[in-house]
Nanobody, 117 residues
Framework: VQLQASGGGLVQAGGSLRLSCAASGSVSSIRAMGWYRQAPGKQRELVATITDNAITNYADFVKGRFTIYRGNAKTTVYLQMDNLKPEDTAVYYC????????????WGQGTLVTVSS
């Protein structure tokens, strides 16, 4: 599974961005996709996930502000980020959990989101 993320950038506090992650390769093996983020000096943390039957899960700090959803082909996942805060500044990573012989996590390249105050 290969993941291609895009959509990061610089935005003012209160603004919006949409991240995209396109999966390719053994996409039929994907059971869930999601977004994680890592701020400077901090550990990577979960932002939101969506399963292959569209069950979503959000970190408390983004509930009500971020929305994760899939495209029609289900091989692309989006993260709509509204009401962004400076503390949302981080590198955002796309993740896919796939089951081939065993459960494996795949990561896309990070995309930087910077929120200015």
């Amino acid at each position: 599974v290969q993941l291609q993320a895009s959509g990061g950038g610089l935005v003012q506090a209160g603004g919006s961005l949409r991240l995209s992650c396109a999966a390719s390769g053994s996409v039929s093996s994907i059971r869930a996709m999601g977004w994680y983020r890592q701020a400077p000096g901090k550990q990577r943390e979960l932002v939101a996930t969506i399963t292959d039957n569209a069950i979503t899960n959000y970190a408390d700090f983004v509930k009500g502000r971020f929305t994760i959803y899939r495209g029609n082909a289900k091989t692309t996942v989006y993260l709509q980020m509204d009401n962004l805060k400076p503390e949302d500044t981080a590198v955002y990573y796309c993740n896919a959990e796939a089951v081939l012989i065993r459960r494996t996590n795949y990561w896309g390249q990070g995309t930087l989101v910077t929120v200015s105050s």
